[in-house]
């Protein structure tokens, strides 16, 4: 009988931000495969799991997602993890989840954080629909054509940027979709927890004078 594919969702930061059930199914899993070995240790070894870990991330082959999926046929209970947050939303888990869908192999989600809708839910934006993006492009160009895809957005569009594309992205923002709202979640569940929410020519200011360090999850909306 096959093993079973357990997709856990682990701390976005706040290592308290994990669910009991996902503690249990780390420390029951025969394997955890993990997007970092070494960032997975420090959450197992916090709550003294000893369960094997291997590594699959964007680089990983087809290779390991053949052996994985040979074992969860063989039987045994493989626990996917990302570093943080759930696994498969702008994640390369993805690829491991749908290998072991065409293999027959049961696939069972263990939710818990996620970083689009925490900061969905201090955005005070109205979110019984949202469009998530992933990360924006980086080159200028396709930056820029991205933002003016979203001109006729009727609900809030969040997306993930990172430190040194921050104030470039705010940018493009405004010059593709004028001084919306926005609300800019930075660091979220950790020590330098920060909850920005303006225009985007307020945020553009703020973070000029405030170099943006750490990871960054925005939320833009039009109306």
């Given at each position: 009988?096959?093993?079973?594919?357990?997709?856990?969702?682990?701390?976005?930061?706040?290592?308290?931000?994990?669910?009991?059930?996902?503690?249990?199914?780390?420390?029951?899993?025969?394997?955890?495969?993990?997007?970092?070995?070494?960032h997975?240790?420090?959450?197992?070894?916090?709550?003294?799991?000893?369960?094997?870990?291997?590594?699959?991330?964007?680089?990983?082959?087809?290779?390991?997602?053949?052996?994985?999926?040979?074992?969860?046929?063989?039987?045994?209970?493989?626990?996917?993890?990302?570093?943080?947050?759930?696994?498969?939303?702008?994640?390369?888990?993805?690829?491991?989840?749908?290998?072991?869908?065409?293999?027959?192999?049961?696939?069972?989600?263990?939710?818990?954080?996620?970083?689009?809708?925490?900061?969905?839910?201090?955005?005070?934006l109205?979110?019984?629909?949202?469009?998530?993006?992933?990360?924006?492009p980086?080159?200028?160009g396709?930056?820029?054509?991205?933002?003016?895809?979203?001109?006729?957005?009727?609900?809030?569009?969040?997306?993930?940027?990172?430190?040194?594309?921050?104030?470039?992205?705010?940018?493009?923002?405004?010059?593709?979709?004028?001084?919306?709202?926005?609300?800019?979640?930075?660091?979220?569940?950790?020590?330098f927890?920060?909850?920005?929410?303006?225009?985007?020519?307020?945020?553009?200011?703020?973070?000029?004078?405030?170099?943006?360090?750490?990871?960054?999850?925005?939320?833009?909306?039009?109306?």
């Amino acid at each position: 009988m096959a093993g079973v594919l357990y997709v856990v969702a682990t701390p976005i930061g706040n290592l308290g931000d994990i669910t009991l059930r996902a503690l249990e199914t780390l420390k029951t899993v025969d394997l955890i495969a993990a997007e970092d070995t070494r960032h997975t240790k420090k959450l197992l070894q916090h709550y003294g799991i000893e369960t094997p870990l291997v590594s699959f991330h964007q680089h990983s082959g087809a290779g390991r997602i053949e052996q994985l999926v040979r074992r969860l046929q063989q039987g045994e209970s493989i626990a996917l993890v990302t570093d943080a947050g759930t696994p498969g939303i702008s994640d390369p888990g993805g690829a491991l989840v749908e290998a072991a869908h065409r293999a027959g192999v049961r696939v069972a989600p263990i939710p818990g954080a996620s970083a689009a809708t925490a900061v969905l839910s201090v955005a005070g934006l109205p979110a019984h629909r949202f469009r998530f993006e992933g990360f924006p492009p980086r080159k200028a160009g396709a930056r820029r054509r991205f933002f003016e895809s979203l001109r006729e957005a009727d609900a809030p569009v969040v997306f993930f940027e990172s430190p040194h594309r921050l104030l470039a992205t705010l940018q493009t923002a405004y010059d593709a979709l004028g001084d919306c709202t926005v609300v800019v979640g930075r660091e979220l569940t950790k020590q330098f927890e920060e909850v920005f929410r303006g225009t985007l020519s307020e945020a553009i200011a703020h973070w000029q004078a405030t170099p943006p360090r750490g990871e960054f999850v925005i939320v833009l909306a039009r109306a």
